[in-house]
């Protein structure tokens, strides 16, 4: 529910992709998109991994 809300707070100023999961998340940051990322807004618990992985792939990316 707190992601639905921030994700409809955030979309009228900016290009948003939510990702519910570990392995959404992961996809999203591997796949083309017209313009790269600004910014990874994380949650701390995602139901099938730890966000460690996709941390860290948002720093390979030198996503902040």
Known sequence: MVREIIVL???DAFDVILAVSVATALVQLGAAH???FDLVLLDYHLPDGKFDDVLANADI????
């Open 34 to 36: 017209p313009r790269p």
């Open 61 to 64: 990316l030198a996503i902040p």
């Open 9 to 11: 707070m955030l979309k």
